[in-house]
């Protein structure tokens, strides 16, 4: 009998011993299932937090650097752009033969010549009367960019009609006569061309 109370005392604290590693055991299956559930929102917060540094990475790859320069060239770059946009335009009323192209490296200007199968080539092969069309397209061009800002009532041309054919003179002077009427500036020419 004794040895049966014995048993049943043993096997008491058996029970006992399991009870508590079983409650042990719930209590770190509930903390493990409280420790994943921060995991989870941890993770989804990082993924939000990774998709704005995509943004944010991209940004400064296109236009960020610690001394600006990348900005800069971004900025420049855009400006380019639209003051080639105005150039072909107003070049566009000079000669039907040139369309002007952003630079290849930082170097000149590229102008696409329409007579020869759009071939490219840099405006520092182009004659002196061609290089005048040019330069009068873009200072025509820079004029009405900077005409949107500030008003502009003057516009200057010195010299370089005298290296025009009388061809490319007289669409010069229409483009000018169209420019004066239709932005009511004043357009004054400074050449020795007696034409003029």
């Known amino acids: 009998m004794q040895s049966l109370e014995v048993f049943i005392s043993e096997q008491k604290n058996i029970l006992e011993n399991h009870q508590e590693t079983i409650t042990k055991n719930q209590q770190l299956i509930k903390r493990d299932d409280e420790d994943r559930n921060k995991v989870k929102s941890k993770e989804k917060a990082i993924s939000k937090l990774n998709q704005e540094l995509e943004k944010w990475a991209l940004l400064n790859k296109m236009i960020g650097d610690a001394n600006g320069h990348k900005f800069a060239n971004f900025a420049q770059g855009l400006t380019l752009q639209n003051l080639l946009a105005y150039a072909n335009h ?3 009323n ?3 033969r040139y369309l002007l192209d952003k630079p290849e490296n930082d170097g000149a200007l590229i102008v696409i010549d ?3 199968g759009n071939t490219s080539r840099s405006v520092t092969t182009l004659s002196g009367g061609e290089s005048f069309l040019i330069s009068l397209a873009l200072a025509l061009a820079l ?3 900077a005409s949107k800002n500030v008003a502009l009532d003057c516009l200057f041309i010195d010299e ?3 290296t025009l054919d009388p061809e490319s003179l007289e669409s010069a002077l229409n483009t000018l006569e169209k420019l004066q009427s239709e932005s009511q500036k004043t357009v ?7 034409a003029l």
């Open 90 to 92: 107003r070049l566009s």
């Open 94 to 96: 000079l000669s039907d």
């Open 114 to 116: 329409q007579y020869q």
């Open 143 to 145: 004029s009405e960019m």
């Open 160 to 162: 370089g009609f005298g």
């Open 188 to 194: 004054g020419v400074i050449s020795h061309v007696e």
